[in-house]
């Protein structure tokens, strides 16, 4: 009998699934569940959640290929399509970065060619489009779906592995009081601001292209005569201002040049990292810092003498890394860091400190599943903001749009502190943020903080939690654990409880074949789990996975075909 899998979602994370399980000798019958109506350009990339001025923050190069490279899908692509998608062909290089309905477009065509593919090699795949799962219930044999579909009608189905590829978790209606924005997706939403007092909260890509979808609605991005970006509001754009803020007040950094793929670590190397992580969690944090801090004084020792990492610990590295920035002005910071990012470029250097801790993020995530619930603590509250704002920079040209801004006096940015209260009741529209003394209230206001870490009881199927399968993620209690079947030695602190395959662990004597790919669910434990890259790891994982279940139940071998 025909092994049946289910995949929820057609975003990266199901496309990458996908590009694995079509590899298959052994025929499978493939469906896929999606509820947009154009499946294959997931929600982050989709031309009516973004706007074309939104940009992705990840070059071709890091891409993991599916069928082709993205260079290789753009240089294909006839000059009217690149017209279309804002893209110049002689700016088509591995190292650039594009909007982000340009990744749409491009993994929608991946999807495609991977359906054919599969086609062709035995497999039945059936792309439901507009159809919404909204319940999952395990049954001793499978696993069952009821699916709302196009014409709201319910319907039930039954498959042997399911796949929850569903991606963030963003609400369906953005503006949740007037002028209040709990998310700057969808973007066209925001193109209804006014030319106001606009306050966003946060400082990152996605508040960036926040900002930027507003400003372009008021005013234009142009090349001067030198050569430089500038902004220029338009005739009834006049009242247009704008503030981006955060607890630190700072921006991030320009992308930075480096090596890709990344060449080996010399002292933080993933076998250094699984000796701590079997000797057990005691102490565990602080001996991966001590790794952390040989590798950066290997590779860079006059950096390391420059913020006295000999000093730091893990709760204080934080302090030390963003000390220097926090006390400059954050345009003068920006503008400085974007033209030695810019010669880097050219000149093909790598700042070897920031190349050091890019590569240690995650070799020292193979630790966090581990940490016990103190140390989990430490490292969410201070080691982990170091190693985001690293991997975190964004195009240069977010950068030149933020400078542009602020020649044009459109825009400042505020330093929030930790104490800072957020108020949306007393005001008409927008909201107020109360700091250091201060009240400063905004007409609008968007919240661009990002997705936050969802947990057991933001399951959205009922039927998981009524079969009490998906249960908070189990952590240490700060002593050395010998048997993980002690549940009393464990504390749940979030997420979700999974397996190495990403499968909800339970004693019910019921189908363990679904498999939670929702990344959403996954920042707990895995808290580096972003973007397209960790979309391509989890696919992988979660297709070998099922395709070992497969040849298990056929009593032999696993058979995997070339890639095409």
């Known amino acids: 009998m025909t092994t049946k899998v289910a995949i929820i979602g057609s975003g990266p994370t199901g496309i990458y699934t996908l590009h694995g399980l079509v590899r298959s000798a052994v025929p499978l019958s493939i469906t896929i569940f999606e509820v947009e109506a154009d499946a294959g350009k997931g929600t982050p990339y989709h031309p009516d959640i973004n706007d074309q001025a939104m940009l992705a923050n990840i070059a071709s190069i890091e891409l993991p290929p599916i069928c082709e490279t993205l260079v290789e899908w753009l240089r294909r692509q006839p000059d009217a399509e690149l017209q279309r998608l804002n893209v110049a062909s002689a700016n088509i290089r591995e190292r650039e970065f594009y909007p982000r309905v340009v990744l749409g477009e491009f993994l929608q065509s991946q999807f495609q060619q991977l359906i054919e593919i599969g086609i062709a090699r035995g497999h039945s795949i059936d792309v439901k489009s507009r159809h919404r799962v909204v319940d999952i219930r395990l049954r001793e044999a499978d696993i069952q779906l009821e699916v709302t579909m196009p014409d709201g009608a319910r319907k039930d189905y039954a498959f042997d592995h399911v796949v929850m590829a569903t991606g963030h978790n963003w609400p369906e209606s953005t503006e949740i009081r007037p002028g209040y924005f709990m998310s700057p997706w969808p973007a066209p939403a925001l193109k209804t601001i006014g030319p106001c007092h606009v306050g966003i909260l946060g400082t990152s890509l996605s508040a960036i292209d926040a900002l930027i979808t507003v400003a372009t609605a008021h005013g234009v991005f142009y090349l001067d005569a030198g050569g430089r970006l500038q902004y220029q509001a338009s005739a009834d754009g006049e009242g247009f201002h704008a503030a981006l803020m955060s607890r630190k007040g700072l921006l991030p950094e320009a992308d930075f040049y480096c090596e890709y793929p990344y060449t080996p670590l010399q002292v933080c190397t993933p076998e250094a990292v699984n000796a701590l992580i079997e000797r057990g969690c005691a102490n565990l944090l602080d001996d991966v810092f001590e790794l952390f801090r040989a590798e950066l004084v290997a590779c860079d020792p006059d950096y390391a003498a420059k913020i006295g990492l000999a000093l730091v610990t893990v709760d204080t590295l934080a302090d030390a890394y963003f ?42 995530a193979r630790a966090v599943p581990h940490l016990d619930q103190d140390d989990l603590k430490r490292f969410h509250g201070k080691f982990k903001s170091v190693f985001v704002d690293d991997y975190a920079t964004v195009p240069h040209q977010s950068i030149q749009r933020l400078l542009a801004l602020r020649r044009a006096g459109r825009l400042e940015i505020l ?14 529209r927008g909201a107020a943020v109360h700091f250091d003394g201060r009240r400063v209230a905004f007409d609008a206001f968007i919240d661009a903080t990002g997705q936050a870490s969802m947990s057991a009881r933001d399951m959205p199927f009922p039927g998981l939690i009524e079969q009490g399968v998906i249960k908070q993620a189990a952590t240490p209690e ?87």
């Open 323 to 364: 000390a220097e920035r926090e006390a400059a002005d954050p345009f003068t910071w920006a503008a400085a860091n974007l033209a030695e990012a810019e010669q880097n470029k050219r000149d093909h250097y790598t700042v070897p400190w920031r190349y050091a801790i890019l590569r240690m993020h995650e070799i020292i």
């Open 415 to 428: 330093k929030l502190g930790r104490d800072y209260k957020l108020d949306a009741d007393g005001v008409a």
């Open 478 to 564: 700060g002593v050395l654990i010998l048997d993980e079947s002690d549940e009393a030695a464990f504390t749940r602190t979030g997420g979700i409880d999974l397996d190495a395959a990403f499968r909800p662990k339970f004693a019910a004597n019921l189908c363990n074949r679904l498999y939670c790919a929702a990344i959403s669910f996954l920042l707990h434990k895995l808290p580096f789990v972003q973007g397209i890259t960790s979309a391509h790891e989890i696919g992988e994982v979660v297709s070998k996975a099922i395709l070992d279940d497969v040849s298990a139940d056929q009593r032999e071998p696993a058979l995997m075909l070339d890639d095409a």
